[in-house]
């Protein structure tokens, strides 16, 4: 090791910052969440510092000494931190800081450092510092950047959890060993997922309900685990509309503890190999008039396989609360006394929109979004229309395409005009996006002609205009000729 790593309490200590910029704010503001008092020395300060100086000054956290830097600033000092553009000036304060053992960084010079400030993942109280020593910061802060998606804020929650029942744990267990194996369950188990999902009562409860089972005895400790541990839980996860960046830090963490999934039609090859490589897979996919599994299965199945004491993972396309029957099988499992939690995910609306280059709402053209779908349980089209056609409002369709030619006669019909914009988005986010451009009169040919099929989502209104300006996302595979030159004539 070329340093060796540490962290300090510098909590109403004394540390010295030279300099009075940008890097010399951004450092003061980390000496400052640590709890220190902090001096600076610097003939000038930015405005970003000046007003950081201002605002700590009636705290009584910061003193602001605006004068050369000179080896009396030193006295008290327990850290010194060198962040001016003056090379000598930084020497100078890396060699007074080395005669009295202060320990000092120099930002930038590793060479006249006596410590590395680290890029740092704060889980307070849990903290985690990655360093290059001084080779490569922008890569220290890369591999920082990736354990922030690894690891929950809540773990910061999980260990203050930890400190408050730590006496008790110690009195109920007298052997190390067994302390650590208490530990290391309850840590990784049920006890953990509650404070992931912000049921912190409830984990108390569950934390306070082992400890009164180790209480009563051996016996009546196994007991109470397996009181505890016999039932499973769902894991309901949007998987948001196809593109696997769009998955939220959460819906990952849950993907890679699941036993089993439970998946849509909806749901990309490339999301479900996210999934943990050895849960057991379950094909629920539904397509309009061919269910693969009824709903009332599908509720039926999640139940059982928590009973089983299954993690489950079910995973739907979008959100699973728009158009997606989450709030069914959230009945049902709450119904039967399982525990459950709800990740939302991007819907298809947001995502394959801002794919598209559509925004759903913009000042000059629509001050109102409305989301329908396109079909219902009969398979007719039966909506309000006269609220959908309401000026300054985009209308997005879920589900929508064999319905389209209604739903464009239906929206003429009510009062909007032929010749509003439309557009017709296929595997939106995907590498296989393709984007119809035309108006309420010319849509459903194009869409005829283009051969299009689901999953689909329609976009109704004068934002559909914005498309040739702001679509940014190019999908791996082209429009067809006829396609682009149909963007290009009703864009």
Not at 9 to 14: A, E, F, G, L, Y
Not at 37 to 56: D, K, M, W, Y
Not at 318 to 334: K, V
Not at 431 to 453: C, F, M, Y
């Amino acid at each position: 090791m070329d340093f060796l790593p540490i962290f300090l309490d510098i909590k109403n200590r004394n540390c010295l910052v030279v300099g009075g910029g940008e890097v010399a704010a951004r450092k003061i503001a980390l000496l400052l969440r640590a709890g220190a008092r902090i001096t600076i020395v610097s003939p000038q300060l930015c405005n970003e510092l000046h007003e950081q100086v201002h605002a700590q000054l009636q705290q009584d956290r910061i003193t602001y000494r605006a004068e050369a830097f000179h080896d009396h600033h030193l006295q008290d000092a327990v850290l010194v931190i060198a962040a001016t553009s003056d090379s000598i000036v930084n020497r100078k304060v890396s060699e007074a800081a080395g005669r009295l053992h202060i320990p000092v960084n120099v930002v930038d010079n590793p060479g006249l450092c006596s410590f590395i400030m680290p890029a740092i993942v704060d889980r307070t109280p849990i903290l985690i510092a990655v360093s290059s020593g001084g080779a490569s910061p922008v890569l220290a802060r890369l591999l920082r950047a990736r354990l922030e998606t690894l690891i929950p804020a809540a773990y910061g929650r999980l260990a203050a959890y930890a400190a408050e029942f730590r006496e008790r744990v110690k009195l109920r267990f007298s052997r190390p060993e067994k302390r650590r194996r208490f530990w290391e369950s309850v840590l990784q188990g049920p006890f953990a997922e509650m404070v992931f999902a912000g049921k912190d009562q409830a984990a108390k409860a569950y934390l306070e309900r082992l400890l009164v089972d180790e209480a009563e005895g051996a016996e009546g400790a196994a007991q109470g685990a397996v009181s505890v541990k016999e039932q499973g839980e769902v894991y309901l996860v949007g998987a948001g509309p196809g593109d696997p960046e769009l998955l939220t830090f959460r819906a990952m963490r849950l993907m890679q503890q699941a036993d089993v999934v439970v998946y849509d039609r909806l749901v990309s090859p490339e999301i479900l190999d996210m999934v943990r490589r050895d849960a057991a897979r379950i094909y629920a996919g539904k397509e309009r008039s061919k269910h693969v599994m009824p709903q009332e299965s599908i509720n039926e199945l999640l139940v059982r396989l928590a009973k089983e004491g299954k993690r489950v993972l079910r995973l739907k396309g979008g959100d699973p609360f728009i158009f997606g029957r989450g709030g069914e099988e959230i009945e049902t499992l709450s119904s039967q006394g399982i525990s459950f939690q709800v990740v939302p995910g991007i819907t298809a609306a947001s995502g394959a929109a801002s794919y598209a280059g559509i925004p759903l709402t913009h000042r000059d053209y629509a001050q109102s979004c409305v989301f329908v779908t396109g079909h219902l349980k009969d398979g007719s089209v039966d909506l309000d229309w006269p609220m959908l056609a309401r000026p300054k409002q985009t209308i997005v369709v879920y589900m929508g395409l064999l319905g389209l030619p209604v739903l464009c006669r239906q929206l003429m019909a009510h009062g909007l005009p032929p010749a509003m914009p439309a557009a017709i988005v296929q595997q939106g986010t995907t590498h296989k996006q393709r984007v119809l451009i035309g108006s309420l009169e010319t849509l459903p040919d194009l869409t005829v002609s283009a051969n299009l099929v689901p999953p689909t989502l329609i976009i109704v209104g004068e934002v559909v205009k914005l498309h040739q300006r702001l679509a940014w996302f190019e999908p791996e595979s082209d429009l067809h000729a006829g396609e682009r030159d149909q963007d290009s004539a009703h864009s």
